[in-house]
T-cell receptor
Framework: NAGVTQTPKFQVLKTGQSMTLQCAQDMNHNSMYWYRQDPGMGLRLIYYSASEGTTDKGEVPNGYNVSRLNKREFSLRLESAAPSQTSVYFC??????????????FGPGTRLLVL | AQSVSQHNHHVILSEAASLELGCNYSYGGTVNLFWYVQYPGQHLQLLLKYFSGDPLVKGIKGFEAEFIKSKFSFNLRKPSVQWSDTAEYFCAVNADNYGQNFVFGPGTRLSVLP
């Protein structure tokens, strides 16, 4: 099993450009998440999908959109990139959100630089 | 809202020293608690978790953590660190009936000197 995979690994954008970060998991998990990681701030939840067909905002959703394409795939879109979105983006998945002891599994991350 | 604090931003130890990283959370209800590790250039990996039972939890690579409910704490310990433990460590909390949020602390960077 590959676990959680993300593409691309690294991306440079100019302000105003758009892009989509891709995430896929092969663990048959129901729930998927997008986080951003910034120095000194830990991981902050952008959006999550509790199950196929549902998405909800997390702590920092502004400037982002998501699509749960199917059970395996959960994409994050930046419609008009801003320098404040320079960050490392992690996708994660878990079997079923809200279950006691539920554990998240993380992808390798995408480093995004917005100039 | 839940929040998670970690006591130290950066800890520097020599090999064989003992380690304790502090973690406190703010939620007063039933919680699930996690420690994740991120080695340089890698993704987050689960070290250990607590969701019920014995408050002393043992994880991988010789790490353990103790849940003290009265102190809202979940401190990570290792009796003797190795150079390979150099990494960033994140505490995370998920409230049992809070559903969506896994709330992460800001992280503690551990540097182990050979």
């Amino acid at each position: 099993n590959a676990g959680v995979t993300q593409t691309p690994k690294f991306q440079v954008l100019k302000t105003g450009q758009s892009m989509t970060l891709q995430c896929a998991q092969d663990m048959n998990h129901n729930s998927m998440y997008w986080y951003r990681q910034d120095p000194g701030m830990g991981l902050r939840l952008i959006y999550y999908s509790a199950s196929e067909g549902t998405t909800d905002k997390g702590e920092v959703p502004n400037g982002y959109n998501v699509s749960r394409l199917n059970k395996r795939e959960f994409s994050l879109r930046l419609e008009s990139a801003a320098p404040s979105q320079t960050s490392v983006y992690f996708c994660a998945s878990s079997f079923t959100l809200g279950q006691p002891g539920e554990t998240q599994y993380f992808g390798p991350g995408t480093r995004l630089l917005v100039l | 809202a839940q929040s998670v604090s970690q006591h130290n931003h950066h800890v520097i130890l020599s090999e064989a020293a003992s380690l304790e990283l502090g973690c406190n959370y703010s939620y007063g209800g039933t919680v699930n608690l996690f420690w994740y590790v991120q080695y340089p250039g890698q993704h987050l990996q689960l070290l250990l978790k607590y969701f019920s039972g014995d408050p002393l939890v043992k994880g991988i690579k010789g790490f353990e953590a103790e849940f003290i409910k009265s102190k809202f704490s979940f401190n990570l310990r290792k009796p003797s660190v190795q150079w390979s433990d150099t990494a960033e460590y994140f505490c995370a909390v998920n409230a049992d009936n809070y559903g969506q949020n896994f709330v992460f602390g800001p992280g503690t960077r551990l540097s182990v000197l050979p």
